[in-house]
Structure formats: C-alpha cells, structure tokens
C-alpha cells in the first residue's frame, strides 16, 4: 500500500479509491475488533487473575477497622480495693494529620464543649507541635448532650473523634500519686520503641511512671476491634461485627490502701514520706509521698497551668521521695551501731561520759544536748541519743563493722521491686571513701558516720527496712506484689538477749525516759518502738536548724516498729525541713495509731486536718484554683469524685468496713453500680 | 422476510436496534443500582433521553440524500457558530464554559461537531475528483475543516472531545484514500511532537493526568484515585459479580463518577466479567452492522459518512473503556447508551440515525438494482 514517491503515481482512479476504501477499512475495522479484544482480555485479567487483590481492597475501602482500647486492668490494694481503676466516660480526640484546617475545628470544638481560652490554646500549641498521628485528647468526661452534639458533625470536622471509653480513676489521687504513677497517651519515643498501633488508637494511654508504667505489659490488656461500613467520606453506614476488648490482668499490691491514704493526708502540710511494712512478710503497706501530684489530673491530661504549679513548687511534688529522696539517716542509725558495737564485744553497760562534746583531732564534735548527758551506757545512749557515747565507742572498734552491719540492715541496698528506678545512697567506709575521693579515711569521718551524718545517704524505704531488720533479727525484703506466700527470711544470728535490749531501748525512746515521749500510742496493751533522728541540712552557723527559712531546716526522721515486745509493723517518716524529729514522730504515732484503731486514728487526722484545710485532695484542689487565678486562667474541675466503689481505699473506708455486716451489705448493694469490671476479694 | 410481519418493521435493522435496545435497558438496569436501587433519577431520563433521541434517530433515518447532500456545508458552518457563540458567552460570563444554554434545553456543541464534521468531510471527498487525491487539494480543505473546531474546543478546553473530532475526521481521510505515507508522516511527527506536547501545551492537570495514568499507585488519593477505584470496582466483580445493587465501591461513594464515566465499572462490579463481555458483543454487534452499512454503501459519500459515524461511536466506547481498565488516562468521556448524560446519547444517536439512513438507502439502491 506504501507509496513509493520516487515513481511517478499512476493516475488515481475511482477505481482505486474503492480498493483502497475495501482494504483500509478492513484494516480499520480489524483494528477495532482488536481493540475489542484487547479489552475483553484486560477485563478477564482483572477480573480473574487479579480478582483476590481487587477483592481485598474492596473490602478494605468499605470496612473500617477501627481499634477498642482495651480497659486497663486495675492495680488493687491487699485488700482486693482499686487503687487505680476504670471509668466510664465519653470522650474527645483528634488526630491532627487528619485534621485539614486544625484551628478552624478547634475552635468549633471549643464552642461545642464551651472550653475556655487556655484549654484552645494548650490544644493549638499541641497540634502544633505533635506528631501528626498521634492522637491528642481534647475532653473526657464529657456528658451525653456534648457526645452527641459532636458526634452528629463528624463528617464535617474531619480528624476528630468522639467515642465512648473508660478512663483511669484513681480514688485517692495524691495519696497514690508517687506509688501508682499515672497514665498519659504514648509519646512518639514510646510509639517508635513498640510500633503497637494500640499506642496511636485514639483513648489509649500507657503507663507513664510508677507501677503503671512498670506493670504496662500485664495491665494493657487485648484491644477489641469494631468494624463498620462507611462511604467514602467515612460516614458509618452500619456496623459489621465487634470483638470486644479483653480487660488488662489486675495487679494485686502489698500496699493497703487505707493506710496509704491515711500516711498520706496525716503528712499534711509537711514534705515527707512515710513508709510502713510488715515485718513478718516483708509487705509494704504504706509508701506515701507528699506532697504529691493528682494523677487523675496527669491522666487526663495535665494542663499547662496545673503542670506548671507542680513544676515550680519547691517541695518538689513530682518526685517520690520514698525511693528518690535521699537524707543524711542522722541519729536513727544508733540502734544499728549498737548493733554493731555489741557484736564487736562491747558491753552495753560500759559508759562513756558525756559533756556535750567529744574532741577528736583538732576538732571538737558537739553532742546535740550541749548540757551533756553525764554518765552514758549504750540504753541511754539510745533513748537519749547521746552522740558522745557514739564517737567515742565507734572510734574502739572502727568503721569496717559498722558500715557492714549498716549493709546488713539494708543501708545502701537496692531492693528488688517492681519500681521504675530507686536511689539507694552511701553506705561510706574507707574502701569506698579511697575510691571516690582517693582520700584516706579519717577518724572524724567514723564520728561522723555513727550518728548518720556526714556521706551517708539513705532513702525512707531503707530506714524502714532497717527498722524491720532490726525488730526482727532477720533479713526482712520488702515486697510490693501481693502474695499469699510467706517468705522465709535468713536470720542475723543475734544472740536473743541482744535484740530484746535493743527493742528495749527503743521502746524506751517512746515508753521512757527518750527523745519521743509524744510518741506513745493511745493504747495500754500495745507499745511503739522507735528511733528519732534529726539531719543537719546546712552548716550551723548558717542556721540553727529549727527556725529560719524552710529549706534551712533540719529533717526530722524517725524509725519504728510496734508492738515493741512482738514486732508486726515497722516503718519510717521523713519530713524534710520539719525542724527535727518532733515533725516526724507524731505522724509515725497516728499512723501506727490508724493500723491498730482506725477510729482513733482518724480522730486524730480530723483535728489536724480541720487546721489544715481539708484532706489533701481537697487543698491540692484549692492551691491549684489559687495558682491558676494568679496565673489569670480558669481552673478546670477537679475530676468528679464517685462515691461508689471507689470509696473503699480511702482512711475512712477502714472504719465503714468496721461496721455491722447489715449496713456493710447494704453498702455493697449500692456499690454493685460499678463501672467495667468485677472486683474479686473482699471488701476488707 | 417473515410476511406476517408488517414490512416498515422488518425492514428495520434489527441485527443492530436489538443489541442497542438490550444495552440501554442494561444501562437503565446498571443506572438503577447506581441511584441506590431507584428509578430517579438516573434511569427513568436515561430511557425518556433515548426515546426522544430514538425518535429523532428515526427522523434522520427518513431524510431523503438530497437534503443531507445539501445540508452538510450548512449544518457544519451552524454548529461552528454555536462553538464560537460558547466561546463569546464564556467570555463575557468571565472563565471558560463548554455548554449553551436555550431555556430548559443545555447544548454542548463540541458533541454536536464529531456527526457534522463527519459529514463535512464526507460531503467534501464525495465532490473531490479521484485525480486530486493525494494533491494538495485533498489535504488544505478537509485540514481547514478539522482545525477550525479543534482551535475553538481546545480553547474550552476540552482535549478529550477534540481528539475525538481529529479521530473522525482522520478516519474519513483514510478511508477516502489519501496517500497512506501522509498518515505515516503525521503519526511520526505526532509521537516527536509528543513530549513538546506534553511539556508546553497541556495544562498542568492534564499532565498529572497522563502522569497519574504510567503510575496510579504514585497518587492513590489525588487523580490516580479514580482509576484505582475503577479498577477495584471491575476487579472485585470477578467472573459473576457481586449481584445487582449489591456492588459497594459505587454504593458507598468510592467510585467517583459512578453514574456517568464509570458507568462500565459499576456495571462491572456488580455483574462481573459476565456483563462486561454481554456489553463487548452487544458494542461490537453494532459497531460491526456499522462498518458492514458503510461497506455495503454504493458511493462515496454514504460509504464515508457510515464510516465516520461508526468510527465516532466507536472512539466514544474504546477510549471510555480503555480509560476505566486503567490503559488510558482518565478524561471525561461517557460510555454510549450506558453513562447518564443527554449530549453524548445525541451525538451517537445522530450517529445511528444516519447509519440507519444510509442502511436505508444501500437497501433501496440494492432494491432498484435487483
């Protein structure tokens, strides 16, 4: 058909034309059938061979899969009561990346939830400078009207989404606060080191700090998975099917949450920490650190204001000082050093003369009662605590045993709990003091050590323990997983008589002639035992450690353990700059007081805290309204407080449970109402 | 033929008007689970548009040769003045339009250009003497013919309907026997021409067309979303379908267009590849009657007009479908007699009116001479 232009062309012919129109549209007509064919075979491959693909992605247009947060399991106190538990709530999220105009939207949610201008601003700030997939929390607890009110213009603010879910309760805020920690969404750290979708599904928190950050694995639980139709614009159309969450496993504490409350509150307007165990089990009952922060407040996202109320207090709430406050043990390691000096083969009846001072060196090292105690055998030396005695028998037999029996006692030691991190201080001696400071031991260095001063350290957990050692003779651990096992604990070998002087003379310090004669229990039959002691924090020619500004003042500690004859508890309070012992004592006695008889206990609570201002929740609550009214913004409510179940591990659920069975089940009657899950365990 | 039939209805070309039928009663069908399983508002206009365009089909069909002989120039030059009238009134309303309005009545007269440039053309090359073809005198008037429309469509802009002006109007050239080598040459320097094309004469969404077309995937969200869904649509119908009204990409809004350009897709997901070859036979049932009429045509007039018009119906469907199975870029181009839409059934309804015509004609030519 080609024309070959070099060739003169015949004349073109009608003729020809015909033949060129039969044979073109041949071709042409061929080329469509071909065309057809073509798109008969693409449609079969398809259609066919790609059909499973096509299919899948259809189905995955049409269905959306969308997580259910499981519910967290509860972290429970010995007694089968929440400590941190569930509640049901509704909820507003958004996801910024899916957001197309965040500012717009924001300020549309704020008008629907009539949020207040900061609460914009912290949000806009956060969208600002998230990581687009990462969910932030707008509202909780919001009330079905303001649910719905949003949940009917989803389709015209993309990226936010209301749902229905449960959100962490803790019943006795502060009081907890150290101990449980809180839960707050995942960070992208935390998303990148567990690329769990769980973490960016919208509602979900993990643990953050403290035992639900450490227990986050087991207290996690299986998310539930809800799926849907929706069109394209991600309107649902009907839901599908719904597997449900599966609960998080419950973690059951040593901790008893009324007397957990009660260390708390009773610490009132100090800084401090208290600490209790059981001596037989090693148990920890009680580890309260005030003041503290409101994880409820931290779970449903901390507000700028409030976090910087916490941030810039100088009692630091958002340490726990349990675990992470360290203090010079001052005189309460006496009854450890005698100890010590027994074994040594000192005898307790030898006396050292004290007039107020001992010179060691060129230097004269004061006993705290200038007057001098006179004639000091080791009791005295104990319930007077008399520091000449200590300088001058510690210099006989040197530091080597008594920085080993400071070990034994748990001076120094890392306790294998179930914590996010503990400071465990300085146990010195010349081997460690060579090391740090590549400097000799000095005498003056002993003298210092035997009445807890100078480089060692300890936290409150290691002075209770040491008071629990030393009750008991035995190498006491302290636990914090509840467990029906009783632990056998390896003894020290003291001789009996040893320990029972020691008790003795630590009884005395309350029940005799001692240093906490406000320390007795309002009890006959039941006697404390216990050690004061006063830590130095600066220079004495800076302040006299009573008076002058706070953090001038001394700590005020005491060790105890009751009953003094058949040691079941024992514990430790710190107070930090309480100006001495005499700020720690008292609350070691009321708390003591609470575990035998709540009633009397609390009686003591409600006149101080009448004082005060209210329990602790209460004046946290009101300190934040008074700093964010300084800080020119509105305080958010503090989170509504139920009065249902969760009211069994405050101090007064000790004295509900003490009351006749009738009303105890009329109790639990109205306490059935409760929100996601069956507690099993008794009441009390 | 059957004489208990009367003879104006089996004279009729069954062989076509049965498959045409059984297609826009599927389209109707198709249309029905497109509006969510109701008659409104697709199905019911898309049968009353075919019996008034049906109608005037028949009309066409009636038109003796002489007033087609003589009304092509005519018809041409008045459809050229109703583009430039769009362009004029799309100017003055500020920012480009491709629709005429007269009352209750929406014409696009690009649509209307594909049937008459046909005719032109076919009108030209009739009266062309045999010795001019392959002389300049073949290829300046026909060109004149086919560049005057394309420069006043491609200012709407419109691409994909001047395409479809150039394809008719190259058909009819090829067919009336211009030296195949001009053909050759203008395929070369069209695919030379094409990356020029591409960078300075398209706009900006034309060319995320074509780049969304070679890598779909590359934009599943933008303009590569309609032909992934169309896809997934034709694809998850396998070989039966998912079932009248049952098809959930067009249900639930995932393929755009679901009722017009991506009609064949809908149709697909719900009737599978079942349907979609019952659609191929019945197209090229009447496209073959098509080229069969223009064949059997006894000039050169007729035998080019049939041929045009077949080869307009015919880009209309291959470039549609080529386009929803992911071998095309997406343009906006119906499927006839199954997409909603009143000026593309026009178009090829003219087109079937005068193939009928000229059906008619070969019959009586055929008649006289047996």
Redesign the interface.
């Known amino acids: 058909m080609a024309r070959r232009p070099k060739r003169p062309a015949p004349p073109i012919s009608q003729s020809i034309l015909e033949g060129r129109y039969e044979r073109r549209s041949v071709v042409i007509g061929g080329l469509g059938a071909g065309i057809g064919v073509l798109l008969a075979a693409r449609m079969g491959y398809i259609a066919i061979a790609e059909n499973e693909k096509y299919e899948t992605e259809s189905e995955s247009n049409r269905v959306n899969l969308s997580l259910i947060p499981p519910r967290r399991g509860w972290i429970l106190d010995r007694n089968g009561a929440p400590l941190a538990s569930n509640r049901a709530d509704f909820r507003v999220d958004i996801i910024p990346e899916r957001m197309p105009d965040a500012d717009k939207t924001l300020e549309q949610l704020g008008t629907l939830l009539s949020l207040d201008r900061a609460k914009i601003q912290d949000l806009k700030d956060k969208v600002a400078t998230s990581r687009g997939f990462q969910p932030l929390e707008v509202a909780t607890g919001l009330n079905y009207e303001q649910f719905a009110a949003i949940s009917v213009r989803v389709p015209e603010m993309p990226g936010v989404i209301p749902q229905r879910g449960f959100s962490r309760f803790y019943p006795t805020g502060p009081s907890v606060g150290h101990l449980i920690g809180y839960v707050g969404p995942a960070s992208a750290e935390e998303y990148e080191k567990d690329r769990n979708p769980l973490l960016v599904t919208p509602g979900y928190k993990i643990g953050k700090d403290g035992l639900e950050k450490q227990f986050e694995q087991e207290l996690r639980g299986t998310p539930g998975a809800r799926r849907v139709e929706v069109t394209a614009s991600g309107r649902i159309v009907r839901d599908l099917d719904t597997r449900e969450d599966v609960q998080g496993q419950a973690v059951k504490l040593t901790i008893d949450g009324p007397l957990q409350d009660y260390a708390a509150r009773r610490i009132g307007l100090e800084s401090g920490s208290v600490v209790v165990m059981d001596c037989e089990t090693g148990d920890l009952l009680c580890m309260a650190s005030m003041p503290s922060f409101d994880p409820n407040s931290f779970s449903d996202g901390i507000g700028r204001v409030e976090y910087a109320m916490l941030r810039d207090d100088d009692r630091v709430p958002l340490r726990n000082k349990v675990l992470k406050g360290l203090y010079p043990p001052g005189s309460t390691v006496k009854p450890m050093v005698s100890m010590a000096l027994l074994e040594a083969g000192i005898d307790p009846e030898q006396t050292v003369s004290c007039g107020g001072g001992l010179r060691v060196g060129n230097r004269v090292f004061g006993c705290w009662n200038r007057g001098g105690h006179g004639s000091v055998n080791m009791a005295k030396a104990i319930y007077q605590s008399c520091d000449v005695y200590f300088y001058a028998m510690a210099q006989r037999v040197g530091m080597d045993p008594i920085a080993a029996m400071a070990r034994r006692c748990g001076m120094g030691q890392e306790f294998p709990l179930p914590v996010v991190s503990q400071f465990y201080g300085t146990v010195p001696d010349p081997a460690w003091k060579m090391r740090k400071y590549n400097q000799p031991w000095a005498v003056f260095d002993t003298v210092n050590a035997t009445i807890g001063q100078g480089y060692m350290l300890s936290n409150p957990l290691q002075l209770a323990v040491m008071a629990a050692r030393i009750a008991t003779g035995q190498q006491v651990m302290p636990r914090l997983l509840g467990s029906a096992k009783k632990p056998i604990f390896d003894a020290f070998g003291f001789p009996a008589e040893q320990k029972q002087f020691i008790r003795q003379a630590m009884s005395d310090v309350v029940n005799g002639p001692g240093t906490a004669g406000r320390g007795r229990l309002p009890f006959d039959d039941i006697k404390i035992a216990g050690k004061t002691g006063t830590a130095q924090v600066v220079s004495l020619s800076i302040s006299d450690g009573r008076s002058g500004p706070w953090k001038y003042r001394d700590h005020g500690l005491f060790i105890f353990f009751a009953p003094f004859d058949k040691p079941k508890y024992a514990g430790a309070v710190v107070i930090e700059h309480g100006g001495g012992s005499g700020a720690a004592y008292p609350i070691a006695r009321d708390v003591t007081t609470f575990l035998f008889d709540p009633a009397k206990g609390l009686e003591a609570l409600y006149a101080l805290e009448s004082q005060w201002g209210g329990t602790a929740q209460q004046r946290l609550a009101r300190k934040y309204a008074q700093y964010a009214a300084d800080a020119g913004e509105l305080a958010e409510a503090a989170p509504i407080r139920e009065t249902e179940i969760f009211d069994r591990v405050d101090a007064e659920a000790r004295i509900e449970a003490a009351r006749p069975a009738v009303q105890a089940s009329d109790a639990a009657v109205n306490r059935s109402r409760n929100v996601d899950s069956v507690i099993t365990g008794a009441t009390e | 033929m059957n004489s208990r039939i009367p003879a104006p209805i089996a004279r009729q070309p069954w062989e076509m008007l049965i498959p045409l039928f059984l297609l826009v009663v599927f389209g109707a069908v198709v249309l029905y689970s497109a509006a969510g399983g109701h008659f409104q508002p697709f199905a019911s206009s898309h049968l009353l548009r075919f019996a008034v365009f049906f109608v005037m089909a028949l009309v066409i069909a009636s038109l003796p040769r002489s007033t087609i002989e003589w009304g092509a120039y005519p018809a041409y030059g008045g459809v050229l003045l109703l583009l430039l009238a769009v362009e004029i009134v799309g100017a003055v309303k500020g920012g480009s339009q491709r629709w005429l309005e007269a009352g209750p009545i929406r014409i696009q007269p690009s649509e209307l250009m594909k049937p008459m440039l046909v005719l032109a053309l076919a009108k030209f090359f009739a009266g062309l003497p045999?010795?001019m073809?392959?002389s300049w005198r073949s290829l300046v008037p026909p060109g004149v013919l086919i560049m005057l429309p394309i420069i006043l469509v491609l200012m709407q802009p419109d691409l994909g309907t001047s395409m479809a002006i150039v394809f008719g109007g190259a058909?009819v050239m090829?067919?009336?026997?211009l030296?195949?080598?001009w053909f050759?040459t203008a395929g070369g320097v069209g695919i030379a021409a094409a990356p020029l094309v591409y960078f300075f004469a398209l706009h900006d969404y034309q060319r995320a067309r074509v780049l969304t077309f070679l890598d779909p995937e590359n934009d599943p969200l933008g303009t590569g979303y309609h032909i992934t869904?169309s896809?997934?649509?034709?694809?998850?119908?396998?070989?039966f379908g998912k079932g009248f009204n049952e098809g959930?990409?067009s249900h639930?809004?995932?393929l755009p267009e679901a009722h017009t350009d991506f009609i064949f897709s809908t149709m697909?997901?719900e009737w599978?590849?079942i349907g979609?070859?019952f659609v191929?036979v019945m197209?090229?049932l009447i496209?073959?009657w098509g080229?069969k009429v223009?064949?059997s045509a006894q000039d050169?007039f007729s035998?080019l007009l049939a041929?045009g018009a077949t080869?307009t119906i015919?880009f209309y469907i291959?470039v549609n479908?080529?386009m929803v199975?992911?071998?095309m870029p997406a343009k906006g181009m119906p499927l006839p007699w199954m997409s909603h839409g009143g000026s593309s059934m026009m178009t090829n309804m003219i087109c079937i009116g005068m193939l009928m015509m000229i059906n008619r004609w070969n019959r009586h030519r055929r008649g006289i001479a047996s």
């Open positions: 045999s010795g073809v392959g058909v090829f067919l009336a026997g030296p195949l080598w050759l869904q896809k997934i649509a034709i694809g998850s119908g396998g070989l959930t990409q639930l809004n995932y697909a997901e599978g590849l979609g070859i191929l197209y090229g496209l073959g080229m223009a064949r050169r035998s041929a080869a015919f291959a479908l080529l199975m992911g071998m």
